[in-house]
Every structure is written in C-alpha cells, then in structure tokens.
C-alpha cells in the first residue's frame, strides 16, 4: 500500500486550469482517469487525510504510485480526452458500464451495392443503418417479415445472392413478392437501393406518409376497377399498421429522443435507457456498473452519455436527451453533444406531462434491472471469493490468488507444437491477455521441455518489462528481451491508439511525459507486464517440475505454481511426492479445473488453425509476388497442379498476368517440390503403389482419416 504522500506534486507544480489527469499504480498501468474544471483544485482532493476520504477513494489512492497530468483549453476538449483514454487504458478504478446482454440491432446495409436487411450484433461498422436496439432478434424478425410486403429489399447472405445470380433464379422470398429480386435483375441497382431508403425512412418514425400513399394508390385501383391490385395495397397497408402497432405511441407529438433513467445503492447502479424515435418506443438497453468511486448521479448520467454517444454522429444522437440529473456542468456536456450531432441538443430533466410518466417507466425498469443484477451476481461472488480462498488453503498460500494464469501445451503426435496462457482475475477470464506461443526451442514431441520454454520466455518478457520501468534494478539481466520469440497476442488483445495529446503532458514533477505526449510505458495494456500470483499448468509432476525450474533460472521466486492432471483430477505442488486432492464437490476445484479446460481449448483452437495453414499450402506458396489472384487464374488454366506441373514455359505464360520471368519461377518451384519417381519392382516391371490415401491428386503427401483415427490425439 502506497502513501499517498510520497508521490503528491509539489505546491505550486499543478495549472490552475481545465485538464485531464492519470493516476499510475507501481506498475505504471493507469487505474484513474479524471477531468477537471481546475486541475489544481481537483487534485487536492486527493492528498488530503485519508481519514476523510471516500472509502474508493482511499483504495485508489493507495494503490496508485504517481500522478500526471495534461492540460486542455476548454471543458469539452477535457471531456473528450477523458473519455478516449477511458476507452484506451480500461482504468480499474473508472466507471465502466457493462451491457448486461449483446442487443441486436435491425441494420441495412447501405454501403454494399445491393443494401441487405438483417439482424445485427457487436460493434457498428461505417456505412450501415442501424435501427433499435431490441430486446429480442425474433421481433426483429417479425417486423421485418411484416415490411417486406411493401420494401421488398434483399435479406439473402452475399452466398446466396451470388448464387441466384449464377443460376438466374431468385430465392423463394423472390417468388412470393417479399424480395424484388435484384440478383437477377428484375430491378436494377439504383431502384433497389431506393427501397431501402424508403425502408429506413419507415423505420425512423416518417410512416404516415407512406400510408398515405398507399391509400391513395388503392383508391385509384378501386375507382379504375382493378381490385386485385386494390386488395394487394390493402393487405400492404394492414402489415404497415401491424409493424407500427409493435411499438406504442408514447410520446403524441412524434418526438425523437432518448430517456435515461440510473437506479443505485451505495456499491452499484443500473442505467436504463428507452430510444423514442416518432413518439415510439424503438429500443431499449441497460447497462450495470461498479461504482468504484466516490460519483453523484449526475456523474453517472455523464458517463453513461460518453459510452451511449462517444462513437456516435449525426442522426444517432437525438435533439432531445431526458435524463434523471444532470452533469455538473452542464454546458460541456451540452456541447459535446451538440458537436457529435451537428446541431443543438435539448440535455434536461422532464418535469411534467408524458415525458415525466414515461421517465417513470424507464426509472422502474432500472430498478428492476439493478435488483435482479444484484440477485445473479450475489451468489456469483460468494462462489468465486470461495473458491479462490479454498486453492489458496489448500496449496498454503498467503491470501487468495487474484491473478492465476494457466498454461497448456498443443500438437499433433510432435507437429504443429503450440502453446497458450490464459488469464483468469476474480475468477473471471479476462481474454484480453490471453496469449499463445509456437515452440521454437526444438523439435518433436516433449511436453515438459515446451513447458520449461513457454514458462522461460513469459517471464522473462515479465523481468524484461520490470526493468523498462525502474521497477527492478539488479545487476543481473534477467535472460534479456528475447527477439522474435513467436508469441502471438490473444483474439481479444488491446492494442489501443495513441491518444491526441499534445507537449502538455507532465508528470508529476512537472516534466514532459515524451514526445507525442505518452512516455514508452505510457499505461496500455503491455503483453507480459503484470506478474500472477499463480502458474497453473496442465499436466503432473513432471511439468510442473519444469514450470519451477523455469522460474528459478529467472530468479523468480514469489510466484506460487502447480498442476492439474487430468487423470484423476489431481492438484500437484513443485517438490512433493504426492498430489493434493481436493474434494469432488469443492468450488476451488471447479475453478481450476474451468481455467485448465479454457487453456486447452485455446490451445487446441489455435494448434487446428495452424494445422489446417499446413494442409493448405501450396508448392505455388512459394513462388515469391505470386498473389492469391493469379495462383486461382493458374488453377483454373490448367484445371489442377498436376497439369500445372507439366505445362511449359510458354503454355504457363499464356495464363493473363503471368510474365515469363514469372513462369520460370513457377516451373522451378513446381520441379523442386515434385513427387518422387513411383518405385518399380525389378523382377516383375510392376510399378508399386503408395499405400491408399497417403498420396494427393497432386502428389503432395496428405493425411487421411480424423485425427484419433492416425494413431495419435490432439494433446
């Protein structure tokens, strides 16, 4: 535990002006990120007695090790450095709203050529319109069968499209009327983005018109005694209604707006928001949050604007936003928004008439949603502190392990030999730092040495790290920085951007931060900076023998490891003749157990994407500034490799886009990587055959049957 103290910036060092500050742990992660009208006055706060400190408060300040700052020129500018490096350096001690589900949105397509309608999930992509959230994919569904009637836009994945447009026949939606069919050219392009935009303006709350419209079009088939077409608009007209009467009128003079309502104790809050658009009803989310700091309602009504507008522009962000308190102040905030918009922005408090009753509405929907937060996660965290505190009873550590990291080690009877780490904080797996290794050391099958290998270079990236920032400073070098050791970030890394800051940037000394503004360890997520408190491997004694030696060569002697094998569940210490055994029934168990099984599907996830690579290739992989363009057009010349390979200079040059140069270069590869002469039998002049299956169409060696079928399994 820090005191405060020993980092306080001298009086007189920090601006009395607008700016955004960080606190560092020892580390040099940031934990904090806050804004300030007065820097100075904002950072007093802090370094006051502890006593009378929030008790969040007193935990960050304790755990932080420094403090910098930046300063800006006005209050918005503050809010949105704020809210990028929020965003950049997922501070733990911010405000971080957490959807409690992944809403699905009804998108259009608008920037394919032929716009598509589906449903959507995950983040926004440039280009498409975005409708809802909703609260179910099936009502999407619905709603979109009901308006296909009058927008018959394309719902067909691009496969299919491609397909129908092969075939020159449309889908079923094309033959029933609930799809215009421009695969195979009934409308053209520009008519058929046309619907789609009459199909979003339907969908943003301009529906009259096209009611009108369609009434007026039924007159006149009626009046010209057409009633075929008169009952169609009918029918059309009907559905209309039918997608409107989904979504009640709550607001009479067709507002578009959005209502924010946040429901808190004094630990958590539960922000619920309603997306009115036409005076309906056409979404609804909710997001839950931690409050780690010391934060007012207004604060959290602010944060919550951030993370509902901050990647947001134009039309998404409403003229009117109604909101249970408001940011103090509230002139950056206004302003902020009007920015992301383009035009002014309503931020206020309903204080009568159908908004008021409708914010009511909202406000009991996030009371409902913190209470049956609240319910789930009670017993989520009584079961995960239980757990942590049985494995640290039960391997004879100090206190529970908050950070545990598990490695597991991947092949195919010695090929392909990978291996992965997984990161579990709380008990929760935090995928961002997961990473996977190829084993380079040697090669074939030996578990124990690719753990010795794998445990070595991650914690030698660790020391590397460690004496980057200061942090360790003897004499020996700790192994070094080991160059291209072939890890590779997990899925879900954070890479982050650097922020816009300019030579503002101070330290708590005073001095500047760097060029651009961030230092070289300026607080992102780093691969390998943050040691664990536990090594799980998977496997016995043996490999858990090698993961100590490991850290014993590196010096490293704090960091608790043991293993979990699978035969009988067994938890083996470094040192010990006989394994620990927890009970069937234990949570601390059932943990290691849930981390060991993500580690090997990690591995195994990887290990089969590799092996699929090698399977893959190509003798034409060779081929230097051969693309994947011309590597099909060959392909497709000469029908298969095999022809390929007996082709001549000048008949390979005939393919478009190959040059002679080119062609020699393809002939050589081609040569070099030929199948050997078949063998004969001299006695008999009887050409002998390869065993069945173990030679490709093109004379390259494959592989035949599943995996367990090849007398090995994926380990």
């Not at 030999?417 to 990161?423: E, G, P």
């Not at 951007?497 to 500047?512: C, E, H, K, N």
């Not at 090594?535 to 090698?546: I, R, T």
Request: net charge neutral.
């Amino acid at each position: 535990m820090a005191d405060p103290s020993s980092y306080r910036p001298k009086p007189g060092e920090i601006p009395d002006s607008p700016g955004v500050y960080r606190f560092r742990d020892e580390h040099r992660r940031v934990i904090y990120v806050g804004k300030a009208k007065s820097l100075r006055q904002r950072l007093a706060n802090y370094f006051q007695d502890l006593a009378g400190l929030h008790p969040r408060t007193r935990s960050m300040v304790t755990t932080a090790a420094s403090v910098e700052w930046t300063v800006v020129s006005t209050e918005v500018e503050a809010l949105q450095l704020e809210y990028s490096w929020i965003k950049e350096y997922d501070p733990r001690f911010n405000v971080k709203y957490r959807d409690d589900k992944s809403y699905p949105y009804l998108a259009v397509t608008m920037n394919e050529e032929y716009p598509r309608v589906q449903v959507m999930r995950g983040h926004k992509k440039k280009g498409v319109r975005y409708f809802g959230p909703y609260a179910h994919a099936w009502a999407i569904r619905d709603t979109v069968d009901l308006l296909l009637r009058v927008f018959p836009v394309r719902t067909c994945s691009a496969g299919v499209f491609k397909n129908a447009a092969r075939t020159g026949r449309p889908c079923l939606l094309g033959y029933i009327g609930k799809c215009s069919a421009p695969c195979v050219d009934r409308v053209s392009a520009e008519e058929h983005r046309e619907l789609a935009e009459e199909f979003c303006d339907f969908m943003t709350g301009r529906t009259h018109t096209y009611i009108r419209r369609l009434e007026r079009q039924m007159g006149e088939a009626a009046e010209e005694m057409e009633y075929e077409r008169a009952a169609r608009l009918r029918d059309d007209i009907g559905a209309l209604k039918k997608a409107m009467e989904k979504n009640a009128v709550v607001l009479a003079d067709a507002t578009d707006a959005d209502l924010i309502a946040v429901a808190e104790d004094e630990l958590e809050a539960a922000v619920q928001i309603f997306h009115v658009r036409g005076g309906r009803v056409r979404g609804q989310r909710g997001w839950v949050t931690d409050k780690v700091e010391e934060i007012t309602t207004g604060a959290l009504v602010e944060h919550a604007l951030q993370q509902l507008y901050g990647e947001e522009t134009g039309d998404a962000v409403p003229k009117e936003v109604l909101v249970p308190a408001l940011p103090d102040p509230v002139e950056p905030v206004q302003e902020w928004l009007a920015g992301r918009r383009g035009s002014g922005v309503s931020l206020r408090i309903p204080q009568r008439g159908d908004k008021k009753a409708l914010m009511e509405t909202v406000q009991r929907n996030a009371q409902q949603a913190l209470v049956l937060h609240k319910t789930k996660r009670a017993s989520d965290l009584t079961t995960r502190s239980r757990a942590l505190e049985e494995i640290a009873d039960a391997l004879g550590l100090d206190s529970a392990p908050l950070r545990i990291e598990c490695y597991d080690i991947s092949h195919l009877q010695g090929d392909d030999v990978v291996a992965s780490m997984v990161v579990f904080e709380d008990g929760l797996a935090r995928k961002s730092e997961y990473r996977r290794f190829q084993i380079k050391g040697f090669a074939g099958q030996d578990d124990v040495r690719s753990m010795h290998e794998v445990i070595t270079r991650r914690f030698r990236r660790y020391l590397a790290e460690k004496e980057k920032t200061g942090e360790w400073t003897d004499g020996d070098d700790g192994g070094g920085t080991e160059g291209g050791d072939g890890t590779l970030a997990g899925p879900d890394a954070l890479t982050g951007t650097q922020a816009p800051v300019g030579p503002d940037v101070l330290t708590a000394s005073g001095a500047p931060a760097g060029p651009g503004g961030l230092t070289e360890d300026d607080g992102r997520p780093r691969k390998f900076a943050y040691p664990p408190q536990l090594v799980v491997v998977d496997g016995g004694a043996p490999q858990v023998a090698a993961a100590r030696r490991a850290l014993d060569e590196l010096g490293i002697d704090d960091i608790a490891v043991c293993g979990l094998a699978k035969r009988l569940e067994e938890v083996w210490l470094p040192g010990d003749d006989d394994p620990v055994i927890l009970p069937r029934t234990s949570e601390g168990l059932y943990m290691l157990q849930r981390i060991r099984d993500e580690a090997h599907r990690f591995a195994i996830t990887y290990q089969r994407a590799k092996r699929s690579k090698r399977f893959r290739s190509s003798p034409l992989d060779d081929v230097p500034g051969l693309g994947d363009t011309r590597k099909q057009a060959l392909l497709k010349h000469f029908g298969s490799l095999k022809r390929l390979r007996s082709a001549t200079i000048d008949q390979i040059c005939e393919v478009p886009g190959i040059g002679r140069k080119t062609a020699e270069t393809i002939v050589v590869a081609l040569a070099r990587s030929a199948p050997p002469a078949p063998a004969v039998n001299t006695a008999t002049g009887e050409i002998m055959e390869e065993e069945p299956g173990t030679m490709g169409s093109s004379g390259e060696p494959v592989r035949t049957g599943a995996p367990d079928e090849r007398r090995g399994q994926e380990t």
